[in-house]
């Protein structure tokens, strides 16, 4: 079974990037889904989508976070990362890290993963 384990700094300040990571394990590892995902949650909103990376590394962004962000296989075959540039605190969400075996843009319905992250909270504060 896949598992996937998202980390970061918890707290961010204004102006800074955010780096994230998540990272695969289980039986199956990396080779068990094609397409890897970065969700958010911020407080008392819904999911957003922010975007994905595919097997092959082509990557897919929402375009309102396309100019600050950045999805990249990490320095491990089992790790993908996100980076955020110039976060504010609207930035402030529970991010999530999710896989799939369909490309699917901009989806944020739980069911359409076959693998979702239990979520890490970041706050953007000064």
């Known amino acids: 079974q896949v598992q996937l384990q998202e980390s970061g700094p918890g707290l961010v300040k204004p102006s800074q990037t955010l780096f994230l990571a998540c990272t695969v394990s289980g039986a199956s590892g990396p080779t068990a889904f094609y397409y890897w995902a970065w969700i958010r949650q911020p407080p008392g909103k819904g999911l957003e989508w922010m975007g994905v990376?595919?097997?092959?590394?082509?990557?897919y962004y929402s375009p309102s976070l396309k100019s600050r962000s950045s999805i990249a296989r990490g320095t491990s075959k089992n790790q993908f990362t996100l980076q955020l540039l110039s976060v504010t605190p609207e930035d402030t969400a529970v991010y999530y890290c999710?896989?799939?075996?369909?490309?699917?843009?901009?989806?944020?319905?739980?069911?359409?993963?076959?693998?979702w992250g239990q979520g890490t909270q970041v706050t953007v504060s000064s």
């Open positions: 999710a896989a799939s075996k369909a490309l699917i843009l901009g989806a944020t319905d739980k069911s359409l993963y076959g693998c």
């Open positions: 990376i595919s097997y092959t590394g082509s990557t």
